[in-house]
Structures are given as structure tokens and as C-alpha cells.
């Protein structure tokens, strides 16, 4: 018998389906490869997000800490000399207004230290 006659040994292989196998293997190896990637990527989404949610979570903790502050120290301001009705509601609203801007200033530096301290560690890797 030739190699090539229909009835040779090779040819009874292929067409008995035992070569398609190891490519369908293959292919299956190549797949679970691909989907590992896709899970890596979702974890790593799913840490970013995390991580976003926190930095947001910190950041607005840290800005209503800081007005907080602000508006304590804002209250120990005599402003008897400047305004007309030192206790009124105009001269509260004065009060928020320059705590919340006192406040906000505060947490900016807080959260842009806290920034550069993170970015710190780059100059170490």
C-alpha cells in the first residue's frame, strides 16, 4: 500500500477524527489563554473602580472634615467691626461661605499632599 492509496493508515487517521484533536485541544488552550485575559482585565477594572470609589470615598470625607474645621475656627472671628448685626443671617451666611472657602482650600492641600506622597514611590521602583 502507498501512503496516499484511500485505504492507508494515515488516511483512516485523518478521517477518523483523532487528528482533529489535538488542534481542537489547541484551539481549546488558545481560548482558556484568552478568557484568563479577560478575567485578568475584569480584576484589574474591578480594582481600579475600587480604588477610584475609595479615592472618592477619602476625598469627600476629608473636605466635610476640613469645612467642619473651618467653620470652628470661622466662629472664633469677632466680626462686631465689620458687619452692622454681628449675629444676624447675613453675617452667618458670611460665616458658611468663608468656612466652606477656608474648608475647601484645606482639603485640597490635604488631598494634594497625599497625592504627591503616593507619587513618592515611583521615584523608588
Known sequence: MRDGSPDSP????????????PSSRRCCIGRSIRNAGRRRSIINRTNITASVG???LLSL??????VTFAWYVVQGISLDKWLKQPRGPQARMLQLLLAVVLGHGLARFILD????????????E
Open 10 to 21: 494515515a488516511i483512516r487517521f485523518i478521517r477518523s477524527g483523532r487528528l482533529a484533536a
Open 54 to 56: 475609595f479615592d472618592g
Open 61 to 66: 470625607v476629608i473636605a466635610l472634615l476640613s
Open 113 to 124: 499632599y497625599l497625592e504627591w506622597t503616593r507619587m513618592l514611590r515611583w521615584i523608588v
